[in-house]
Protein backbone atom coordinates (compact mmCIF):
# COMPACT_ATOMS: atom_id res chain seq x y z
CA UNK A 1 0.00 0.00 0.00
CA UNK A 2 1.63 3.57 -0.79
CA UNK A 3 0.75 6.93 0.67
CA UNK A 4 -1.51 9.12 -1.44
CA UNK A 5 1.26 11.51 -2.79
CA UNK A 6 0.75 15.32 -1.07
CA UNK A 7 -1.78 14.14 2.07
CA UNK A 8 -0.41 14.49 5.63
CA UNK A 9 -2.10 14.16 8.43
CA UNK A 10 -4.57 11.33 7.67
CA UNK A 11 -6.18 9.20 10.16
CA UNK A 12 -5.68 5.30 9.94
CA UNK A 13 -8.99 4.99 7.84
CA UNK A 14 -8.14 7.68 5.90
CA UNK A 15 -4.72 6.11 4.88
CA UNK A 16 -6.28 3.11 4.14
CA UNK A 17 -8.86 3.77 2.29
CA UNK A 18 -7.15 6.44 -0.09
CA UNK A 19 -4.36 3.68 -0.45
CA UNK A 20 -6.49 1.36 -2.14
CA UNK A 21 -7.78 4.02 -4.33
CA UNK A 22 -3.73 5.19 -5.36
CA UNK A 23 -2.62 1.15 -5.77
CA UNK A 24 -5.06 1.83 -9.31
CA UNK A 25 -3.13 4.49 -10.48
CA UNK A 26 0.46 2.33 -10.51
CA UNK A 27 3.90 3.34 -10.35
CA UNK A 28 3.57 6.00 -13.31
CA UNK A 29 0.28 6.83 -12.86
CA UNK A 30 -0.12 6.63 -16.35
CA UNK A 31 -3.24 6.56 -18.90
CA UNK A 32 -3.74 2.57 -17.88
CA UNK A 33 -3.84 3.77 -14.19
CA UNK A 34 -5.58 6.47 -14.61
CA UNK A 35 -8.27 4.36 -16.66
CA UNK A 36 -8.15 2.04 -13.63
CA UNK A 37 -9.07 4.34 -10.95
CA UNK A 38 -11.47 6.16 -13.09
CA UNK A 39 -13.14 2.84 -13.69
CA UNK A 40 -13.46 1.80 -10.24
CA UNK A 41 -14.34 5.03 -9.10
CA UNK A 42 -17.40 4.23 -10.93
CA UNK A 43 -17.36 1.08 -9.71
CA UNK A 44 -17.70 2.40 -6.24
CA UNK A 45 -19.96 5.04 -6.97
CA UNK A 46 -18.16 7.61 -6.20
CA UNK A 47 -18.96 11.16 -7.41
CA UNK A 48 -16.40 13.52 -7.36
CA UNK A 49 -17.30 16.71 -6.22
CA UNK A 50 -16.85 20.54 -7.28
CA UNK A 51 -14.49 22.57 -5.32
CA UNK A 52 -13.34 18.66 -3.59
CA UNK A 53 -10.06 16.88 -4.40
CA UNK A 54 -10.19 13.39 -5.78
CA UNK A 55 -9.15 12.75 -2.15
CA UNK A 56 -11.78 14.07 -0.35
CA UNK A 57 -14.31 13.27 -2.23
CA UNK A 58 -13.58 9.80 -1.90
CA UNK A 59 -13.40 10.34 1.89
CA UNK A 60 -16.65 11.87 1.93
CA UNK A 61 -18.39 8.87 0.06
CA UNK A 62 -17.18 6.92 2.70
CA UNK A 63 -17.80 9.27 5.95
CA UNK A 64 -20.54 8.04 8.27
CA UNK A 65 -21.33 10.29 11.66
CA UNK A 66 -19.03 7.93 13.07
CA UNK A 67 -15.51 8.51 11.30
CA UNK A 68 -15.13 5.95 8.03
CA UNK A 69 -17.13 3.09 6.45
CA UNK A 70 -14.13 0.80 6.21
CA UNK A 71 -16.36 -2.60 6.03
CA UNK A 72 -18.15 -0.56 2.89
CA UNK A 73 -14.87 0.05 1.25
CA UNK A 74 -13.88 -3.08 1.72
CA UNK A 75 -16.76 -4.93 0.25
CA UNK A 76 -16.95 -2.42 -2.55
CA UNK A 77 -12.36 -3.85 -3.67
CA UNK A 78 -13.94 -7.53 -2.71
CA UNK A 79 -16.60 -6.78 -5.26
CA UNK A 80 -14.26 -5.56 -8.12
CA UNK A 81 -14.52 -7.60 -11.04
CA UNK A 82 -10.74 -8.51 -11.11
CA UNK A 83 -10.22 -8.64 -7.62
CA UNK A 84 -13.71 -10.95 -7.36
CA UNK A 85 -12.49 -12.83 -10.09
CA UNK A 86 -9.23 -13.54 -8.06
CA UNK A 87 -10.91 -14.74 -4.51
CA UNK A 88 -12.90 -16.99 -6.58
CA UNK A 89 -10.37 -18.83 -8.21
CA UNK A 90 -7.83 -18.90 -5.03
CA UNK A 91 -11.45 -20.42 -3.23
CA UNK A 92 -11.73 -22.98 -5.74
CA UNK A 93 -7.70 -23.47 -5.57
CA UNK A 94 -7.98 -24.24 -2.02
CA UNK A 95 -11.09 -26.62 -2.38
CA UNK A 96 -9.52 -28.45 -4.77
CA UNK A 97 -6.49 -28.70 -2.48
CA UNK A 98 -8.71 -29.98 0.65
CA UNK A 99 -10.37 -32.38 -1.76
CA UNK A 100 -7.32 -34.28 -3.07
CA UNK A 101 -6.55 -34.12 0.71
CA UNK A 102 -9.15 -36.13 1.88
CA UNK A 103 -9.38 -38.21 -1.08
CA UNK A 104 -5.54 -39.34 -0.32
CA UNK A 105 -6.27 -40.05 3.45
CA UNK A 106 -9.41 -42.16 2.07
CA UNK A 107 -7.07 -44.04 -0.34
CA UNK A 108 -4.42 -44.57 2.55
CA UNK A 109 -7.27 -45.45 5.18
CA UNK A 110 -8.42 -48.03 2.88
CA UNK A 111 -4.70 -49.49 2.20
CA UNK A 112 -4.04 -49.41 5.80
CA UNK A 113 -7.15 -51.71 6.65
CA UNK A 114 -6.00 -54.27 3.78
Avoid at 32 to 47: F, R
Avoid at 95 to 107: D, L, M, P
Amino acid sequence: MKQAAGVTNLSKDEAIILAWFADFLGEDCDDDGIKSLSDYLDHCKVKLQTGMTAGESILAHYRNPIGYDIDRAAMDLRTWPPIAARILELQTEKAEQRSAGVAKRVRSHRANRK
